[in-house]
């Protein structure tokens, strides 16, 4: 107990969530990789993959949560790191899913827009800690120029990480009290723009789209129209299964199978059909085998990690780490609630998995940073988690203390003290 005390520093809540999701990604990731496990001969190879990457993020927690919170912000360097990635990725990237996502060194893939987010969240922090050095508008504007720099370049091979980037950084503008009147200029602006470009992909053909404009916003084109028509039906006016459909289909079907408590782990069936099993669709995975119960508790986890990180923020008494935990906090939740929509069928498909619970390398690794920046701003900022610290301290105090002799009294002759007891 001493030894798990003095290793897991930072507030315990969240150590307890991000194990459960640990525990969850091991156990549905291996169901899930069924299919890839069958064309490898080594079948135990993609789990072992998925494992080595969590361990890997262990390792990085463990290191980052003794850190303390305010050399994070060295972290801003990644920026303009992340934008020189950002704009050689479409030219020298690896193409995978008819998308330039990943970049390739040494042998290892990474994608460059998972550190774009973190380098942004820290960006953010940083310039919403300076209220009392820069005006309300220079903060502003330079939030807009880094972050709506990382975005665009986001936006042409992964459009849904990017507008959920920028979401994020504005809920951080607005809990950072940015100027409300500035905010929702930004807003209006930002929904005419994308009324406009959902318009002018609607209104154009393919062939126009493919020509003039990048590839990407055909997928873009395809998902909207996939997600706004009415569901197919044959002669019979049954339900069908079409190629446009395929991946949600699956979903449902699985979603549907699982009941109230699920077909329990390795015997699911949609693994075998959806394409993105450990990752787009991991959810749907995770009803179907653990059933209404385990989906539910999944986004319990999920939720009750955003009120810690709120709980958190209100006991910091400094800005950098108060904004700095809401964003990782934030970025790590959204994106989780996204997934879970995707596979329920409440938004368009968008590709972005759940964080620390879909196969993954980049994501998995980068979750795992987010997590070590919570614990350590629980930790050095709010306090939390420090009480063995605490005891440790006092008692090493009290031993190294000498104790204060008695004071001495000057001795009384006999007829006096007899005098005053008399008394």
């Not at 305010?70 to 704009?87: D, E, K, W, Y």
């Not at 950084?169 to 929702?184: A, E, K, N, P, Y």
Request: net charge neutral; glycine share 8%.
């Amino acid at each position: 107990m001493e030894l798990a005390n003095k290793l897991f520093r930072g507030d315990r809540v969240i150590w307890i969530i991000f194990m459960f999701l640990c525990l969850i990604s091991a156990v549905e990731v291996f169901s899930a990789t069924s299919t890839i496990a069958y064309k490898n001969a080594n079948y135990w190879e993609p789990i072992i993959r998925h494992a080595s990457f969590l361990l890997a993020g262990f390792a990085m927690i463990l290191v980052l949560h003794n850190i303390p919170y305010r050399f994070f912000s060295a972290l801003i360097i990644l920026l303009p790191v992340s934008f020189l990635m950002l704009i050689v990725t479409p030219f020298i990237g690896v193409e995978a899913n008819d998308a330039h996502r990943w970049l390739e060194f040494m042998g290892v893939q990474f994608q460059p827009s998972e550190i774009a987010k973190l380098a942004c969240v820290v960006y953010v922090a940083f310039l919403l800690s300076k209220r009392s050095q820069l005006s309300d508008k220079s903060i502003f504007w330079l939030i807009l120029a880094g972050v709506g720099t990382a975005c665009v370049l986001i936006l042409p091979e992964n459009f849904s990480t990017g507008m959920m980037l920028f979401g994020v950084c504005f809920l951080m503008m607005f809990i950072g009290q940015v100027s409300l009147l500035r905010l929702l200029k930004l807003m209006g602006f930002l929904l005419l723009m994308g009324g406009i470009l959902v318009g002018t992909l609607m209104t154009l053909d393919d062939e126009t789209i493919k020509k003039y404009l990048p590839d990407r916003l055909l997928t873009v084109k395809a998902r909207v129209e996939r997600f706004t028509q009415p569901e197919p039906q044959n002669e019979a006016g049954t339900y069908q299964i079409t190629d446009d459909n395929y991946q949600v289909s699956h979903a449902k079907i699985a979603i549907a199978r699982g009941g109230v408590l699920g077909q329990m782990p390795g015997h699911g069936q949609q693994r075998d059909f959806l394409p993105q099993a450990y990752s787009d669709f991991i959810y749907a995975i995770i009803i179907e085998e653990l059933g209404y119960v385990g989906g539910v508790v999944v986004l319990l986890l999920y939720i009750i990690l955003l009120v810690r990180v709120g709980i958190i923020a209100r006991r910091c008494d400094r800005l950098f780490p108060k904004f700095l935990v809401l964003g990782c906090g934030l970025l790590v939740v959204i994106q989780a609630l996204a997934n879970m929509a995707v596979a329920v069928d409440l938004i368009p498909v968008t590709g972005q998995p759940m964080p620390l619970v879909s196969r993954g390398g980049t994501s998995t690794l980068i979750s795992c940073v987010y997590f070590g920046i919570i614990l350590s701003v629980s930790r050095f900022a709010a306090g939390m988690g420090n009480e063995e610290e605490a005891k440790e301290e006092v008692s090493a105090a009290t031993a190294d203390t000498p104790l204060a002799p008695l004071p001495e009294t000057a001795a009384m002759p006999e007829e006096e003290m007899k005098q005053q007891v008399t008394i």
